[in-house]
């Protein structure tokens, strides 16, 4: 069965560090997404991907967060200056359609010392 | 904006026995999906079940089914016959039907299975 995939699958860096996260869709699908889970606490949503451009993003997807497709299988989320209240678990999920339910990759387990 | 409320932080079955979490969840929107995933200790959100507003007629994998009261905006989900490898934490969810393919989830119910 397809699954999304996520590497790595855990990134420790400092503090104003730059760290990528990536993920592999499931190859067919058109939509993508980045969520994140503060330990403890509930899954918030980042930021939906469509046609190569976002097509919705929440308030904590702010400038410091970016995210691309640079080819056909990648979607990667990028902070650029990691503060501590970043450290979480973040998902990436696909699906085919805009109304399917997603389907989520494994997560990356993010610590920010 | 939609919210949805898991009331139970916590909840506890004895193997064999049935267990039903709870789900409310807010919209002004007459059609829409909700969701219960499961995520165990490895931390993977593994979709359980999915309901679909428009359909009057519970959901029901296997174990698993829904109780989906569109008036009362609840959603709640029954296992059955709860085996040890159920316990996990257990999150509602809600997605627009319109507005958006974001998926908004509650805070969550841990569930303990007792051998």
């Known amino acids: 069965e397809p699954e999304v995939t996520q590497t790595p699958s855990h990134q420790v860096t400092q503090m104003g560090q730059e760290v990528i996260l990536r993920c592999v869709p499931i190859?067919?699908?058109?939509?993508f997404y980045w969520y994140r889970q503060i330990l403890g606490q509930k899954v918030e949503f980042l930021v939906s991907?469509?046609?190569?451009?976002?097509?919705?993003k929440s308030e904590i997807f702010d400038d410091q967060f970016s995210v691309e497709r640079p080819d056909g299988s990648n979607f990667t989320l990028k902070i650029r200056s990691t503060k501590l209240e970043d450290s979480a678990m973040y998902f990436c999920?696909?699906?085919?359609?805009?109304?399917?339910?997603?389907?989520f990759g494994p997560g990356t387990r993010l610590t920010v010392l | 904006a939609q919210t949805v409320t898991q009331s139970q932080p916590e909840m506890s079955v004895q193997e064999a026995e049935t267990v039903t979490l709870s789900c409310t969840y807010d919209?002004?929107?007459?059609?829409?999906?909700l969701f219960w995933y499961k995520q165990p200790p490895s931390r993977q959100m593994i979709l359980v079940i999915r309901?679909?507003?428009?359909?009057?007629q519970n959901a029901t994998e296997n174990r698993f089914s829904v109780n989906f009261q569109k008036a009362a905006k609840s959603f709640s989900l029954k296992i059955s016959d709860s085996q040890l490898g159920d316990a996990a934490m257990y999150f509602c969810?809600?997605?627009?039907?319109?507005?958006?393919?974001?998926?908004?989830f509650g805070a969550g119910t841990i569930l303990r299975v007792k051998s």
């Open positions: 999920a696909s699906s085919p359609q805009g109304r399917a339910s997603g389907y």
């Open positions: 190859s067919n699908h058109l939509y």
């Open positions: 991907f469509y046609n190569n451009e976002i097509s919705e």
């Open positions: 919209t002004s929107e007459s059609d829409y999906y």
């Open positions: 309901q679909e507003a428009y359909k009057q």
């Open positions: 969810a809600y997605r627009s039907h319109e507005y958006g393919n974001k998926l908004v």
